[in-house]
């Protein structure tokens, strides 16, 4: 039998998109593969899509994108003169990370997800070879707001410009990728541009750029050196290496974004300025990085995104739809407005001409038109008002002595994990009733299950500030616990005026004030202070609290969050 196969072609320029054919044509068969053919005359120069479909199968749809050339014309950047903006400006960010791959269908595949916001990965040869003036071009035709990412220098030794001059090699004898001034200038022009994102930075400096370089060398630091120091000393050294690469920046009119993927580092790096974005889906453990990345924010007046990362474990994609939907959900729940997806090719299978919008592109596309609609806030990150108080030295242990991950904090050759450095884990545990591993706090490590993360575990509104945290950041919170190698004479003098108030404190002996290290006599001890007490005990084992287990906070059905007096529950 004979089938017509409806073709449509639209072209580029509006959101909805302009008909300026259609037609029906014979479908001619062979097997199961059907064709058909129209011929099309006489089109502007211009993007189009083409559309086809069969009557009464809509899921059987098929796109093609193609681009009309004047003659002479090779370079698709040509008609971008022809395209009115898909994005209008300000507003949230809803965006995609992706590779800048210059297609007619990858340009329609940014269009049809309804995103505002690239976050692109540039190579050093798309400086020379004209692609990134077309990315400035299009990004500006379209309305998009875009950032650039360094990846390139997480993988590759070393790229060199056309001067001679290696751009891996910064600063202090750390190995990155800074964008030369020029690229920063031309990006900031466009009025579009929203920063710069080192990918991963807290991983590179941990494992001192131990991608690059061989696994089992010394590697390179990446933000500072900081081998040979003491903890706080690295701390510091970290920090004045972020702050000059931030203020870099600053000259020329962006940000730093940090995207990471270990809950390290971060409260040094909103304290140096540095805009937060940590990877949701992952290897996350959910509680770890909200109270980390939500303390951090709060404590420094930190910008914070999220980017939900289809990888895991090295599979992409490594998780469902409805943990992708899951992800969504609770970067909007947490406050976070700038939200990015990785990756592109996730949300939309590009073959040559033709692509499509994948189930996880659905859901975007559902989540942006539907829910986001559907469920306004009131409130922001910024309004974050935890019940639970972590303090804790900043050290950069996230669990590398549960697995293989290099043993260097901050990225020092001589810094390894201590019992110390690994107290907050333990806190985690408890907080959520023993679900999380009190050996690791991210499911690189092996303790946990492969291939079941993100794992949303329930656990009270808490956030995780450090050593330097002061009364104002302490105000509605019930439970304060003090772990970590040190903590601050004005911090502890804080949290004393606080359990005075009514709080209650769980504490080492070695980090609670003399006077109550004094009548805690025995541990575990419990000692009264006005109209609250302290806890003071050997560990935060769950063995070690004795009779004191049910002062924790309740770990609760769901994990939950707090702002503006309102508890908000993570839906799954």
């Known amino acids: 039998t004979t089938e017509i196969y409806t073709l449509s072609l639209h072209d580029a320029l509006p959101i909805s998109g302009r008909e300026v054919l259609r037609q029906e044509a014979a479908v001619a068969w062979t097997g199961a593969a059907g064709t058909a053919e129209l011929t099309v005359q006489g089109l502007p120069r211009g993007l189009y899509r083409f559309g086809a479909a069969l009557p009464g199968v809509p899921d059987q749809g098929r796109f093609a994108a193609l681009a009309v050339l004047a003659p002479g014309q090779t370079r698709l950047s040509s008609v971008f003169d022809t395209l009115t903006p898909i994005a209008k400006r300000g507003g949230p960010l809803h965006g995609v990370d992706t590779s800048w791959i210059e297609t007619p269908a990858n340009l329609f595949g940014f269009r049809d997800l309804g995103v505002n ?106 933000l500072a050196e900081t081998t040979g120091m003491t903890l706080p000393e690295a701390r510091e050294a970290f920090i004045g290496g972020v702050r000059q690469v931030n203020g870099y920046h600053r000259q020329h009119g962006a940000r730093m974004i940090v995207e990471s993927v270990f809950p390290a580092l971060w409260h040094p790096l909103a304290e140096a300025g540095v805009t937060l974005c940590p990877k949701l889906l992952k290897e996350d453990i959910y509680p770890v990085v909200l109270a980390l990345s939500l303390g951090a924010a709060k404590q420094y007046g930190a910008e914070l995104w999220y980017t939900p990362d289809f990888w895991s474990l090295g599979n992409f994609p490594g998780h469902s739809v409805e943990k992708y939907k899951t992800a969504l959900r609770l970067a909007h729940a947490a406050g976070v407005d700038n939200v990015y997806t990785e ?178 006599e025995k541990l575990p001890a419990r000692v009264t202070d006005g109209k609250g007490s302290w806890v003071v005990l050997a560990s935060f084992r769950p063995e070690d609290l004795g009779p004191y287990e049910p002062l924790l906070p309740p770990v609760g059905e769901r994990l939950r969050l707090k702002f503006k007096g309102k508890t908000v529950c993570a839906e799954e």
């Open 343 to 520: 990756h592109f090719m996730g949300l939309c299978r590009v073959r040559g001409s033709t692509y499509a919008i994948t189930e996880y592109g659905a859901a975007l596309r559902a989540f942006l038109r539907d829910y986001l609609p559907a469920h306004p806030r009131d409130y922001t990150y910024r309004d974050y008002e935890p019940e639970v108080a972590i303090i804790r030295f900043p050290d950069s242990d996230w669990g590398q002595d549960s697995c293989y991950y290099w043993k260097c904090l901050y990225g020092a050759l001589n810094l390894t994990p201590t019992p110390e450095t690994a107290e907050w884990m333990q806190v985690f545990s408890l907080l959520t009733g023993g679900r999380s591993d009190p050996r690791a706090v991210n499911a690189n490590s092996s303790v946990y299950p492969k291939y079941e993360q993100p794992l949303l575990f329930p656990a009270p509104p808490t956030a995780v500030y450090d050593h330097l945290a002061g009364p104002e950041l302490l105000r509605g919170v019930h439970t304060v616990f003090l772990c970590g190698i040190t903590v601050s004479g004005p911090t502890l003098a804080a949290v004393g005026e606080r359990v005075k108030q009514g709080a209650v404190c769980f504490t080492t002996a070695r980090l609670c004030p003399e006077r109550v290290r004094k009548q805690a």
């Open 117 to 222: 916001f690239l976050q692109v990965h540039l190579s050093p040869a798309q400086l020379d070879n004209g692609e990134f003036a077309d990315l400035l071009t299009f990004c500006q035709a379209a309305g998009l707001r875009f950032a650039l990412n360094n990846e390139t220098a997480n993988w590759v030794t070393n790229s060199l410009a056309p001067s001679g001059a290696s751009r891996f090699a910064a600063p202090g004898g750390c190995h990155r990728w800074d964008l030369e001034p020029a690229a920063l200038d031309a990006a900031a022009a466009t009025g579009l541009f929203e920063g710069m994102v080192y990918d991963e930075g807290e991983h590179m400096q941990l494992c001192r750029n131990r991608i690059a370089f061989p696994r089992k060398s010394d590697g390179k630091p990446y």
